[in-house]
């Protein structure tokens, strides 16, 4: 008996390509929807989340603070971005990511990679260090464009942080402290509301118990706080009946809950680089690291210059990826494009840096030619000697 081993045809399980359909507003209040986002996308100086863009529009009078409403929202928004009225990179999603390890075609690109994860810690002689602490994943990602250019962690706690999350940024705040005498400043960025109003407010305890000693540190809410929601009328909404803490929750406040995402994106904004900066206690030192980093980023952006076309010219040679005139050839051309001015002008100097630039290749390569052959000297085996026909083996 004997079996059929070919490969069975089976129907295509890829999905058709989607047709782009062109974009059209149901009736007025959804095309002044339409009109509002896309002024938004253009003034609003971070990248926001469809919630914070729907309680915008809540604000406006443009949709209902509904869950319908929110649903409906985000078909629109996906229309919209489907149909090119929209970038895809209008609005973020801080709940979902994508990760991928870096990988290089040449050593040129790492170097240049390197080049730019070079930054100094302007905070490294300040007495306070901030972090940025977000009960929610979703606002990750637009406080990450706020923090991270002043170089500040942010971190995520989803709810109530996990005793694995707790014990490892104690162990910062205490070795931070021991080693420098440095204060961390927490600012707290979450929803008003009675379950995360106790997690903000207990916080301090919980870091304590795992090992962060509790003169170091500091947790202040900067959003949302009573004086945000009566200063921009933030749109509230009931809090949970169930939850024991919401008897004393209303007679402590006596307002609403309030979701972070409301709160206008520029607002938020300004509002965490307000509480970021606040922490700094030495203007000149804060200057000078700055000044320090853009020096540093000068010699290493001369050293990828000069020495990453080498560094790829060796690497092709050895693994004998292209001949040495071909590389050269690259080398030349890309070198030369690089130095290309206006309406494709190449400036003398431009011209006479590329020019050493080969020149540099070249000696490089030779010697390199030069010290292999004397690593192969080396390595032969030596003929033997003998002084006498009978010392012959044969």
């Not at 149901?26 to 863009?53: C, K, Y």
């Not at 945000?228 to 402590?252: G, M, N, V």
């Not at 690291?289 to 290493?300: F, H, K």
Request: proline share 6%.
């Amino acid at each position: 008996m004997t079996t059929d081993t070919s490969l069975v045809s089976l129907p295509s399980m890829a999905l058709a390509p989607t047709r782009k359909r062109a974009y059209s507003a149901r009736n007025p209040l959804s095309q002044a929807r339409a009109d509002r986002v896309r002024r938004l996308v253009d003034e609003l100086p971070v990248t926001p989340t469809i919630r914070q863009v729907y309680y915008i529009l809540v604000g406006d009078h443009l949709i209902e603070k509904t869950d319908a409403g929110y649903k409906s929202l985000v078909r629109q928004l996906g229309a919209m971005r489907k149909g090119g009225e929209l970038p895809y990179t209008a609005l973020i999603d801080g709940t979902r990511d994508r990760k991928l390890g870096r990988t290089f075609d040449a050593p040129s690109e790492a170097l240049a990679y390197a080049r730019e994860l070079y930054r100094r810690d302007p905070w490294a002689a300040q007495a306070v260090v901030p972090e940025v602490w977000a009960e929610a994943d979703t606002l990750s990602q637009m406080l990450w464009q706020v923090a991270d250019p002043l170089r500040v962690p942010v971190v995520v706690c989803r709810g109530n942080s996990s005793l694995s999350q707790l014990y490892a940024s104690a162990a910062v705040i205490h070795k931070r402290w021991e080693d420098t005498h440095r204060r961390t400043s927490i600012l707290y960025v979450g929803d008003f509301d009675p379950a995360v109003m106790d997690m903000s407010e207990g916080l301090h305890g919980r870091l304590v118990e795992v090992g962060a000693p509790g003169h170091a540190f500091t947790v202040r809410r900067v959003a949302i706080t009573p004086a945000q929601i009566a200063t921009y009328h933030l749109p509230p909404h009931s809090p949970k009946e169930k939850d024991a803490r919401t008897p004393q929750f209303i007679d402590r406040y006596g307002v609403g809950c309030v979701e972070a995402d409301a709160l206008p994106p520029a607002v938020l904004a300004a509002v965490v680089n307000n509480a970021i900066m606040s922490c700094m206690t030495d203007e000149e030192t804060w200057d000078e690291a700055w000044e320090q980093q853009d020096l540093d980023q000068g010699v290493l952006a001369r050293v990828c210059e000069e020495q990453g076309v080498a560094l790829d010219l060796l690497a092709a040679r050895d693994g004998g990826q292209a001949s040495l005139a071909t590389m050269v050839d690259r080398a030349l051309r890309a070198t030369l494009t690089r130095a290309g001015g206006k309406n494709g002008m190449l400036r003398r100097a431009e011209i006479a840096h590329a020019s050493r630039n080969i020149h540099l290749l070249l000696r490089t390569l030779s010697q390199c030619d030069e010290q292999l052959a004397a690593l192969e000297a080396a390595q032969a085996p030596c003929a033997p000697t003998y002084d006498t026909a009978e010392e012959l083996p044969f």
